[in-house]
């Protein structure tokens, strides 16, 4: 079926649903509502059997819907309206929510259903709950609705209609940062944690600190920290902690309001935005990893469980920047002095690794040179692991990963993803060449000329569809919160497997064999010449479309890449 996506941006869920879409055979093509954007034109130039908008802030107009059936995935349950639906879910501590896939009209949000889905909301952050179970019953409802359209058979119920029973659901305000406001002299820890974890990635809670007006970015419960309520206590990798009336939270980062203006600010390791600001204040190091023990926030963990190590980190938004690279490093260097015959790399839920920093970039004094150190200290990260010969090394990806941060993955001996994972093994739309030892990995898993295709064409991919290209080795089935646990099982059975040393052996010969023919070095000489080239030559986009991205600059329309009408042919492993 030909298929036309509209959305505001080309977020996750959009990414998810054309790879799904795509990878069930239809031909996908997506339209960005930008304010240059005539819809109707675009439709019409289109010519869609069905159009579906995964994430739309404004209304189609009606032209568009009157003519076409549109599709709107709204990110709640039956009943639900409103802009801020799954700010509500985590405020109000719901167990469940859902997602809704309603047909376009004249009233926002009130349109026939076509399909909706339930999901379980846990413990964790807005962005985190919108990637995963958010996104999981969006694909799950949007799938039945598109089937449905293609059978040409069913009918959409009106919501009016159903009972209440079946709406569980209700109209709802928008959430404004009144309603997210911390009183630090009254909430408890939980309270303070619930309320960040609802504007984690956007649009933050504003919040008085040290002097200034700052948005607060994620939140992280502390039973063993203490002080004055809202004054900071500590640091940590570069987050900050404030004591509450019963406890503490980290907040990993920080952002300045925009004046009038001014470009659009944006995010920031909390004790890189404060800078001079910050007080003397202890670096606490994180405690051992046990599971039992009070709740407090890190970044990277190790744990053992027999003859398998698990590396675990988890950086805001995916982006890991100089010094996340060089903890990370040693994080693994750790692991790989321990008697283990396993060693997996990631396993937590969400993202995996996106690569470089680009806030951190875009912040620094010369954005060209921190990139350079950012790239470099990746490269130092995807060399050890792709030498690492004494044990399996597996990357186990609950999340998505993109750019430098998939390569990471694919120097792993094995590629283990939930199913519900995108992965975008590109560089280019950043204008960048591209690192991480990529010209050896990637050709290495897909064959060049598959290779080259993914880097050219810049498109998400399904876990599926990377099984199928040599990229992902096991895809695991499972509802995000079981993926630790699944992983877990998973490599302690890979390491009591009877060929497992053989396996071992074979990966040393192997890599001393293809070091022979062309050395490590020789990637990464070739590799950082053109992205050198990138970074400092004066001519290059590389600067401009990084400000663009960091500072969230609207897109003028819709990249070529994405709107094309041809060049939706699977790519085939060689």
Known sequence: MRILLIAGAFNSLTQRLYAELTDRGNHVIVELATPRTPLPEAVRRHSPELIVAPMLKTAIPREVWSAYTCLIVHPGPVGDRGPSSVDWAVHLAEDQWGVTVLQANDEMDAGDVWASALCPVPDVGKSDLYRNEIADAAVEAALLAVARFASGSHRPQPQNSLPDARKPGRPRPPFRQDLRRIDWQSDPTDTVVRKLRAADSQPGVRDELLGGTWFLHGGHPDDTLTGRPGEPV???????????????????????????????????????????????????????????????????????????????FSFPGGAMSTDHCRRLLAGYRHACSRPTSVLVLGGARDFFSNGIHLNVIEAAADPADESWANINAMDDLVHAVLTTTDRLVIAALGGNAAAGGAMLAFATDEVWCRSAVVLNPHYRLMGLYGSEYWTY??????????????????????????????????????????????????????????????????????????????????????????????????????????????????????????????????????
């Open 441 to 574: 990995s990637l050709p290495g898993r897909a064959g060049p000329e598959a290779a080259a295709q993914l880097i050219e064409r810049a498109l998400p991919l399904t876990a599926a569809a990377g099984q199928r290209l040599g990229l992902v080795d096991r895809i695991i089935d499972c509802a995000p919160e079981e993926f630790a646990a699944q992983t877990a099982r998973l490599a302690l059975r890979s390491a009591s497997a009877p060929a497992l040393q053989s396996r071992i052996a074979a990966k040393k010969a192997h890599r001393e064999r293809a070091e022979a023919e062309k050395p490590l070095a020789a990637y990464r000489e070739h590799e950082l010449a053109r992205m050198h080239e990138n970074f400092f030559g004066p001519d290059q986009p590389y600067h401009a479309l990084r400000r663009a991205f960091v500072r969230k600059e609207p897109p003028t329309g819709t990249p070529p890449h994405l709107s094309r009408q041809t060049g939706t042919t699977p790519i085939v492993s060689g």
């Open 234 to 312: 500590a640091t940590r990798h570069g987050a900050i902690c404030r004591a509450t009336v019963d406890g503490a939270v980290w907040i990993p980062e920080l952002r300045p309001p925009r004046r009038p203006g001014e470009p659009r600010t944006f995010k920031l390791p909390a004790t890189l935005a404060l800078g001079d600001r910050l007080p003397p204040l202890p670096e606490i190091p994180a405690p051992p990893a046990r599971g039992d023990g009070p709740r407090t926030w890190t970044d990277i963990r190790y744990r053992e469980d027999g003859p398998v190590g698990f590396l675990r």
